[in-house]
């Protein structure tokens, strides 16, 4: 079965640095599109980052410059490098299977992401 397990997510400084990493079974990650979204408390999901299999990455206008999406077809892992840390990213990401257009069909769990000093 699909499985989506996100990993990486801690506490972290204003301006400090994370990744956090996806680990995919279950299907043949090269064929998707893959998405990051994360939630707060309160607030509706927001994509954070996508990447098509043919390569090809968006990013939302307010991580755009601070964070990185890829992914190893290979050992079948997507990553987001995240950068520049502000609070307001504050929340629990989560690595999902498929573009931002069409909408995710699977979910991880949720890493949280915490920005604090």
């Known amino acids: 079965q699909v499985q989506l397990v996100e990993s990486g997510g801690g506490l972290v400084q204003p301006g400090g640095s994370l990744r956090l990493s996806c680990a995919a079974s279950g299907f043949t990650f090269s064929n998707y599109a893959m998405t990051w979204y ?3 408390p309160g607030k509706e999901r927001e994509v954070v980052a996508s990447m098509f299999n043919y390569g090809i990455t968006d990013y939302a206008d307010s991580v ?4 990185t999406i890829s992914r190893d077809n290979d ?3 997507m990553y ?3 950068n520049n840390l502000k609070r307001e990213d504050t929340a629990t990401y989560y690595c999902t299977r498929g573009g931002p ?3 995710p069909d699977y979910w991880g769990q949720g890493t ?3 920005v604090s000093s």
Request: aromatic residues 6%; glycine residues 10%.
């Open 75 to 77: 050992r079948n892992v």
């Open 112 to 114: 949280q992401v915490t």
């Open 64 to 67: 755009k410059g601070r964070f």
């Open 101 to 103: 257009l069409d909408g």
């Open 80 to 82: 987001l490098q995240m």
């Open 38 to 40: 994360r939630q707060t």
